[in-house]
């Protein structure tokens, strides 16, 4: 049973560019969340996607975007990239009904120059 | 807004000493707290999730608890092997599944 798979394990963008993570969920899970974990922190939550949707955004601004294809796989998407958006960026994954927990993936480490 | 607040932020066992680690919280409407670890570089790995005051939870030498205002996860007899950081977080009634962390307990257990 494959886990939550992510890509690409690290990243690494210069100020002002764009960069697009990828994610793939646990078998069997239709939900997607998005969260960044700076050093020496808890993950934050970035947004929530399910039925193609964005369905709950956490305190990030609008150059934070993301997707969510048919196969539930999710795409998050970052403009005009600042230093401060050096972070590992994590996939979880779940059900929408039924059990609560999350499953996370390894994440991509994405560093900003 | 939820707050989670975990303590201590570092804690250094000798093998077999036990001890344990403090998540206080305060959210509206508790919809589950989860306990999770993190090893260095790598993505949570989920271990409990408690609903109610008074639910235990129990996987090897790991136990947590739940109180209304905190949890507790105790380690009995570390390994070496249980260092990684322990992360706790809250999901409240009126969010669709979003997770608020604190920043997580660093736990080194020395041989």
């Known amino acids: 049973d494959a886990g939550v798979t992510q890509s690409p394990t690290h990243l690494i963008k210069t100020r002002g560019q764009q960069v697009t993570l990828r994610c793939s969920p646990k078998s069997g899970h239709d939900t997607v969340s998005w969260y960044q974990q700076a050093l020496g922190q808890g993950p934050q939550f970035i947004f929530q996607y399910y039925e193609e949707e964005e369905r709950q955004r956490g305190n990030f601004p609008d150059r934070f975007s993301g997707h969510q294809f048919p196969n539930y796989s999710s795409e998050l998407n970052v403009n005009a990239l600042l230093l401060g958006d050096s972070a590992l960026y994590l996939c979880?994954?779940?059900?929408?009904?039924?059990?609560?927990?999350?499953?996370f993936g390894p994440g991509t480490r994405l560093t900003v120059t | 807004e939820d707050q989670v607040t975990q303590s201590p932020e570092a804690l250094r066992l000798q093998e077999g000493e036990s001890s344990s680690l403090n998540c206080s919280y305060t959210v509206s409407g508790l919809r589950g707290l989860f306990w999770y670890r993190q090893d260095p570089g790598k993505g949570p790995e989920f271990l409990f999730t408690l609903y109610s005051a008074g639910e235990e939870k129990e996987k090897e030498r790991l136990k947590a608890t739940l109180t209304k205002k905190e949890s507790f996860l105790h380690i009995t007899a570390p390994k070496p092997e249980d260092s990684a950081t322990y992360l706790c977080?809250?999901?409240?009634?009126?969010?669709?599944?979003?997770?608020?962390f604190g920043s997580g307990t660093q736990l080194t257990v020395l041989p």
């Open positions: 977080a809250v999901r409240n009634a009126g969010s669709a599944r979003q997770l608020t």
């Open positions: 979880a994954s779940s059900l929408r009904t039924g059990a609560a927990e999350q499953y």
